[in-house]
């Protein structure tokens, strides 16, 4: 007797993702997929994808969605879950999409703590625009906006979004984690279930940033970019939960 240990979830649409090689959106997707077909919420689900990498997003996820303009992710799903309260509503999104032009928007919906659930991916740079400095970008790394390297005096610092929305009253789940390694990879799915579990049970707003990789535009191969981030974005970004309303999973 055969017995069935994985299986793609119900919640893609088994449309081939369409990232480049060592990209981590794809994992992050599956992730989000396993979390709202365990929850059992598909139906009821909706998914505002964001200008970027992930604009297709709503082509992979099997369940009804919008695009929102860039960066507007967060008050376009925050329209939806007002309009109907009933459903669930998650934004993905970038580190250009959320961190540069959706500033106002993510910073304002985490302090109302509209219940909608954000999935952040900081790779520190512009993906689908062609390497340009994000405002996560760390300082001294090179792009082709920043070819000597990001500097303080010229660009600012590193945006760090956990730092900024913990304070927000809310705020009812915000982690960051990572899934460069199968170990990370469980943590950050226990993480996506708490973040949907904070609207799923009426709390306030739930964010999970997930740090990730770009070999394209970080200009190198996929096995250097693991160790890259390991050693250079926990540094500046480090891993943990910020804020924990939510409790028991269950």
Known sequence: MRKVLYKMPESLTGKEFTYCPGCHHGIIHRLIAEVIDELGIREETLVVSPIGCSVFAYQFFNMDGTIAPHGRAPAVATGMKRARPDLYVFTYQGDGDLAAIGT?????????????????????????????????????????????????????????????????????YLARTKVNTPQDVEKTKKAIKKAFLAQVKGIGFGMVEVLSTCPTNWGIDPVSANKWLEENMIPEYPLGVFVDKVGDEK
Do not use: W
Not at 125 to 144: F, N, V
Not at 161 to 169: G, I, S, V
């Open 104 to 172: 106002a928007e993510i910073m304002h919906a985490a302090n109302r703590g509209e219940k909608i659930t954000t999935i952040f991916v900081n790779n520190a740079i512009y993906g689908m625009t062609g390497g340009q400095m994000a405002p996560t970008t760390l300082l001294g790394m090179k792009s082709t906006t920043t070819p000597y390297g990001r500097t303080a005096e010229n660009d600012g610092y590193p945006m760090h979004m956990c730092e900024f929305l913990k304070e927000a009253r809310g705020v009812a």
